[in-house]
Every structure is written in structure tokens, then in C-alpha cells.
């Protein structure tokens, strides 16, 4: 049994969800953390730990990784590299950044990671974008590259629990 897809939900991830704060109330990663009341994630290796020991609790065989805010591919990278054969790396990607195309080049070529995750609601762009086309042709050049888009209306559990305003609402 695979899992199409976990979020990896690193330090670098709640870094960033506490820069959404307004300014001057802004929160360090162990904040955002203890304000959800979870664990911290600890190091990616750390992390991906513990994934595989729950993946093995709930009989998955493998489970796709998905760096769950962009910029965030090293940490998946860095999972990947120490469980390959368990967890597969997607990344986040809003392909109207001014370094959309040069970070998915390196995030398949260098960094390994499998599949790109778009999601237009949440970014606000269409589809049929010449810079989207540009981010597919990039994972087409790779055997075994997928392009994974999130379509429709999305909500974020986690930005809710901390009170963060929505960005992505569609209406």
C-alpha cells in the first residue's frame, strides 16, 4: 500500500507560518509549535524517522513527502535521501515565482524530488499560464516526474488552529 501524499511539516515549515504573523507579533517555529500543541519536528532526519516508524504502524508500504510551503525541498531532500525506499519527495511550488523554473530544475535534478505541487486556488493563477507550461515541460524532461495539481476550493486546518487569515480563499 502506497500514500499519495503526507505533509512534511518541518521546521522550516512553522518558521514560515510564524512570519505570517503581523509584524511585531510574529512567532519563532518552537512557538507556532507549541501553540498546535504538537510535537516539534525535530531535524528532517528526525522527522522522516518518525514517518516510517508510523508508516509501518499503518501498514504503507511508501508514502509520497510533500514539502508543505515553497522553498522548503531540502528538508524533503533530506528525508528522502535517508529512507528512499519508503518515502518519495513532491514540492510546492507557485510557478509565477520569478524562480519558479530554476528551483524545479533543481529540485528534480540535483535534490531528486519527483513531483511538483501546484495549487492555483491557493496562488491565484490559471492553468493555462505560459508559466505553468514552462514548469511541465521542466518535469516532462525527467523519466518518472509528475506534476501533481490541487484544484478547487482548499482550506488549511493548521492556519485555522493558529489564527491565521485564510490567503486562499477562492470566493
Known amino acids: 500500500m502506497n500514500d499519495s501524499h503526507c505533509h ?3 521546521e522550516q515549515f512553522f518558521a514560515t507560518l510564524g512570519r505570517q504573523y503581523p509584524p ?21 532526519d528526525h522527522l522522516a524517522d518518525r514517518w516510517v516508524q508510523e508508516l509501518d504502524r499503518a501498514g ?4 509520497a513527502m510533500m514539502a508543505s510551503v515553497p522553498g522548503d525541498e531540502a ?3 533530506q528525508a528522502i535521501a535517508r529512507h528512499p525506499s519508503r518515502l518519495v519527495g513532491f514540492f510546492m511550488l507557485d510557478p509565477t515565482a520569478p524562480d519558479a523554473a530554476s ?19 491557493m496562488q491565484r493563477y ?19 516526474t509528475a506534476v501533481f495539481v490541487h484544484c478547487g ?19
Request: glycine share 10%.
Open 8 to 10: 512534511f511539516f518541518s
Open 24 to 44: 511585531g507579533s510574529q512567532l519563532a517555529a518552537g512557538e507556532v509549535v507549541g501553540r498546535l500543541g504538537w510535537d516539534a519536528p525535530g531535524s528532517p
Open 60 to 63: 504503507v508500504a511508501r508514502a
Open 75 to 77: 528538508s524533503v531532500a
Open 103 to 121: 528551483r524545479t530544475e533543481h529540485a528534480i535534478a540535483t535534490l531528486g524530488l519527483r513531483a511538483v505541487c501546484l495549487f492555483p486556488a
Open 126 to 144: 490559471s492553468l493555462h499560464d505560459p508559466r505553468v507550461r514552462d514548469i511541465v515541460q521542466i518535469a516532462s524532461r525527467r523519466a518518472g
Open 153 to 171: 476550493a482548499l482550506s488549511v486546518g493548521v492556519r485555522k488552529k493558529l489564527g491565521l487569515p485564510s490567503r486562499f480563499d477562492v470566493r
